[in-house]
């Protein structure tokens, strides 16, 4: 029996804030998101206070997790400062560790992955989650263990592109599952949410379902877990930066000038924060008829070659516009996994291969520092 939001609330009825008073009752409690047993909704309070409202957090975790039907829950505490208030600031000259970071110490990786690499985008409409997909089947095949996080907490792909309908089972109830498909262990916020549902998420809160999907989910032994990020350059990207050991970055644009701007921000964004830029990907590089063969390159071609070249990163391949990507996408048929043998599975294999000689050849990082001019 699924739960509802009405049962939900009247069960935080019972958790009291640090005033006392019922969390329903605080104005603290974003909407509340209930359905197929799973259950969403934050917790806004002032900076100042986060400390005191951390138990409360954890006491309306409980509670939701122990109503019947429900299977997940996701509760995260959002801080906000109040109008007016500075943030506090360093000392002149010197330099803040990163969030999540102690100043000189390792970052904490997941237990038992060995590697992890996102796949970014400056922009949306690029085919990122499609490159993703296929370059974490070309890994595979490989020989190589590897997972695959859908980290775009508002625009979640992964869902469509395995075609995969089925729930993630919940072990102890604590801990997620993640499913296997075509060989990939695969985790998304997409599985746990309904397709039409609208994330209207804080970055907080978009930070402590990173997380939860990063710690909380039993990946497993894997030699390489490949996150799907959102595009852009925001709170997701840098918590993977700064909380997440990551060996590598890849850059996922369209050869045409205003898609290279947004792709030339990212390789900027993840050098500044000290992770490896492993390459540049040109997706929709050119289209052949398939009817003439006529090639015609309807986004321009080679942008994204000469911005690598330029901004000092290693070029990745070329992957052409072509319907049976797109058709076999929709479908959840990656191709990598379906048409070993095509000349579209081929070409992200050899960017696979470019990849993993990359990560054959890497170390670690430490935790990057932002200095804070006075």
Same mark, same amino acid.
């Given at each position: 029996?699924?739960v509802?939001?009405e049962?939900?609330l009247?069960a ?8 006392g008073?019922?969390?329903?009752r ?8 209930a359905g197929?047993?799973?259950v969403?909704f934050?917790?806004?309070v002032d900076?100042a206070?986060?400390?005191?409202w951390e138990?409360?957090r ?8 122990? /109503?019947?039907?429900?299977q ?8 906000e400062?109040?109008a007016g208030?500075a ?5 002149q000259g010197?330099a803040?560790?990163a969030?999540g970071a ?5 970052l904490q990786? %997941?237990p038992?992955v060995?590697?992890?690499?996102a %796949?970014?985008?400056?922009k949306?409409? %690029? ?8 370059l974490?089947?070309g890994?595979?095949a490989?020989? /190589?263990k590897v997972?695959i /996080?859908?980290a ?5 792909s992964l ?16 801990r997620?599952?993640?499913?296997t498909?075509?060989?990939?262990t ?7 949410? &309904? ?10 809160m978009?930070?402590?379902a990173?997380?939860?999907m +990063? ?7 894997l &030699?390489?877990?490949?996150v799907d990020?959102p595009?852009g350059?925001?709170d997701a ?5 700064q909380?997440v050991?990551l060996?590598g ?5 369209t050869?045409?000038? /205003?898609a +290279?701007?947004d792709?030339?921000?990212g390789v900027s964004?993840?050098?500044r924060?000290?992770?490896p830029?492993l390459g ?11 009817h003439?063969?006529?090639?015609s390159?309807i986004?321009g071609?080679?942008g ?5 070249q ?5 070029f990745l391949?070329e992957?052409?516009?072509?319907m049976?990507?797109?058709e ?7 191709l %990598?996994?379906?048409?070993p &043998?095509?000349?579209?599975a081929?070409i992200?294999? &050899? ?7 990359? +990560?054959?050849a890497g170390?670690?990082r430490a935790a990057?520092?932002?200095v804070?001019?006075?």
């Amino acid at each position: 029996m699924a739960v509802n939001k009405e049962q939900v609330l009247a069960a935080l009825e019972g958790v009291a804030s640090p005033s006392g008073t019922p969390l329903p009752r605080t104005g603290a409690l974003s909407d509340v998101v209930a359905g197929d047993s799973k259950v969403f909704f934050s917790i806004s309070v002032d900076a100042a206070e986060v400390k005191a409202w951390e138990p409360v957090r954890k006491r309306a975790e409980e509670v939701v997790r122990a /109503l019947p039907g429900v299977q997940s829950a996701l509760v995260a505490l959002t801080a906000e400062r109040r109008a007016g208030a500075a943030p506090p600031r360093p000392p002149q000259g010197r330099a803040m560790p990163a969030r999540g970071a102690p100043r000189g110490e390792a970052l904490q990786g %997941v237990p038992d992955v060995a590697a992890i690499i996102a %796949v970014a985008s400056g922009k949306g409409g %690029v085919g990122k989650s499609t490159t993703a997909v296929n370059l974490a089947l070309g890994l595979s095949a490989l020989g /190589l263990k590897v997972g695959i /996080l859908d980290a775009d907490i508002y625009g979640p792909s992964l869902p469509k592109l395995l075609a995969i309908r089925e729930r993630p089972q919940t072990i102890g109830g604590t801990r997620l599952k993640p499913i296997t498909r075509y060989g990939l262990t695969v985790m998304s916020i997409g599985f746990l949410i &309904d397709e039409d549902t609208a994330m209207i998420w804080r970055g907080p809160m978009v930070i402590s379902a990173l997380t939860q999907m +990063l710690r909380e989910v039993e990946w497993g032994t894997l &030699d390489v877990m490949v996150v799907d990020m959102p595009p852009g350059t925001g709170d997701a990207q840098l918590t993977m930066a700064q909380q997440v050991p990551l060996k590598g970055a890849i850059i996922v644009s369209t050869p045409q000038d /205003l898609a +290279l701007i947004d792709a030339r921000r990212g390789v900027s964004m993840f050098k500044r924060v000290n992770v490896p830029v492993l390459g540049v990907i040109e997706n929709m590089s050119y289209f052949l008829c398939p009817h003439c063969g006529t090639r015609s390159d309807i986004f321009g071609h080679g942008g994204a070659r000469h911005e690598a070249q330029r901004l000092g990163v290693p070029f990745l391949g070329e992957v052409p516009l072509d319907m049976a990507i797109r058709e076999k996408s929709d479908a959840g048929l990656p191709l %990598v996994a379906t048409e070993p &043998d095509g000349p579209h599975a081929r070409i992200y294999r &050899d960017i696979a291969a470019k990849v993993a000689d990359q +990560l054959k050849a890497g170390g670690g990082r430490a935790a990057p520092k932002i200095v804070i001019e006075a």
